[in-house]
Structures are given as structure tokens and as C-alpha cells.
């Protein structure tokens, strides 16, 4: 049981080149999300999905792009990369209650990817 | 605005003392509270829950409580050790699914032996 993988965990890109960083989980996990850490900011979610075909923005969407076509899968595009957006990735996910049921499961979260924009 | 606030950036303490962080928030209405630990170059990790009609909970060394008049969660680490030393971050759940989180920035807990 690997949880949640995130690749690659380091990356160095130019302004303007695009990239994906890569999340994977083996929970059967209906809710995946990424955020970004920086330093004096702490984590803001980025994109989140409630399940396969589903996706919805969170708090500091702009510049990227998400896509949810697996339970297993969800992968963060980058579409031209900008200095502003070096940080460290964290990619987590937990189960998700039925609509009307409540429900409070822990956020499982990957190591992280961390991307530096030059 | 709405806002989330751990109170220190840093706390450093002797080995066996007892260790308290603090949660404050404004203008939510958290259905249930989060505590984590995070270690450098390294995700952040589960530790503990609370629920909004629940004043307490323990886990082995660990202990939350929850005031949701106070807007308030204190999570208390009893007889630390140096191996505690990390970066503990709470984080608010603002919908029943579980899936809302808003994160504080965390608190540094450094412990000396």
C-alpha cells in the first residue's frame, strides 16, 4: 500500500515551459486535491476533485490546470510556468462522505514536488 | 475576512514539559477541527480530529480541545520528547463531506533535551 505518490520530487523549469506534475493514490480515495506550501503562507488548495470526471477550483486556481479521468489519478498541469509559482506541491486525498451523510476522514498527503521556476 | 491563525511561529521547549499550540479563528463555522505534523521534505501527516460538539479528545501523549465560542483549538503534546520536534498545522473542516479544508501556516515545536 504506497498511499499517495507524487512525481517527480524535484523540478527546475524555465519561464514559460509547461509541465505536469504527477499524483497517484491506491486508497480508492474519491477525493484528491493539490495545494501549494510556501513559506509564511501555508497550504492553499489549488484544485480539488470529488471523484473521476469531477473537478472544481480552490482558493489560487490561476495558471493551472487539472483533470480527474481515474479514481486513482489526478494530475496538475502547469501551462506556462512563472517564477511566481515556485513552491512545493502537495497532493493529498480521503475519503468523501455521500451527499447528506456526515463525515470527517483525514487528508492523506504525498511527499510533495518541489518546483523552481527560473 | 475570514482568517485562521496558529499563535507562533515557533515554540521551543524542554524535554517532558508539556506543549501547547493554539488555533484562533474568525468568521467560520468549522463542523470539525484537524491537527497534523509535518516534517521537513515531508507531507503533512493526520494526528487527531475533533468534532464541533466535542469538547476534548486524546490520543496516547496527544490531547485537542475545541471551544466554538472561543473560536478556539489547543492541542497539547504532554511529556514531550525531541523526537516530537516538527511543524504542527491545524486545519479547519467547513463541510460535513470532510473535503473543505482551510489550513493555518503552523507552529514550529522545537524540543531539547
Known amino acids: 500500500n504506497a498511499g499517495v505518490t507524487q512525481t517527480p520530487k524535484f523540478q527546475v523549469l524555465k519561464t514559460g515551459q509547461s509541465m505536469t506534475l504527477q499524483c497517484a493514490q491506491d486508497m480508492n480515495h474519491e477525493y484528491m486535491s493539490w495545494y501549494r506550501q510556501d513559506p509564511g503562507m501555508g497550504l492553499r488548495l489549488i484544485h480539488y476533485?470529488?471523484?473521476?470526471?469531477?473537478?472544481d477550483q480552490g482558493e489560487v486556481p490561476n495558471g493551472y490546470n487539472v483533470s480527474r479521468s481515474t479514481t486513482e489519478d489526478f494530475p496538475l498541469r502547469l501551462l506556462s510556468a512563472a517564477p511566481s509559482q515556485t513552491s512545493v506541491y502537495f497532493c493529498a486525498s480521503s475519503y468523501s462522505a455521500p451527499q447528506g451523510v456526515s463525515s470527517n476522514q483525514p487528508q492523506h498527503f504525498g511527499d510533495g514536488t518541489r518546483l523552481s521556476i527560473l | 475576512s475570514q482568517k485562521i491563525e496558529q499563535n507562533s511561529e515557533a515554540l521551543n521547549i524542554q524535554e517532558g514539559k508539556t506543549a501547547t499550540l493554539t488555533c484562533n479563528y474568525t468568521?467560520?463555522?468549522?463542523?470539525?477541527l484537524q491537527w497534523y505534523r509535518q516534517d521537513p521534505g515531508r507531507g503533512p501527516v493526520f494526528l487527531l480530529l475533533?468534532?464541533?460538539?466535542?469538547k476534548e479528545k486524546r490520543k496516547e501523549r496527544l490531547k485537542v480541545t475545541f471551544d466554538t465560542t472561543l473560536k478556539q483549538s489547543l492541542f497539547h503534546i504532554t511529556a514531550s520528547q525531541p523526537a516530537d520536534s516538527a511543524t504542527y498545522l491545524c486545519?479547519?473542516?467547513?463541510?460535513?463531506?470532510?473535503?473543505?479544508?482551510?489550513f493555518g501556516k503552523g507552529t514550529t515545536l522545537s524540543v531539547s533535551s
Open positions: 475533533i468534532r464541533e460538539n466535542e
Open positions: 468568521n467560520y463555522s468549522p463542523a470539525y
Open positions: 476533485s470529488v471523484g473521476a470526471g469531477i473537478t
Open positions: 486545519a479547519l473542516v467547513l463541510n460535513q463531506a470532510g473535503t473543505a479544508l482551510i
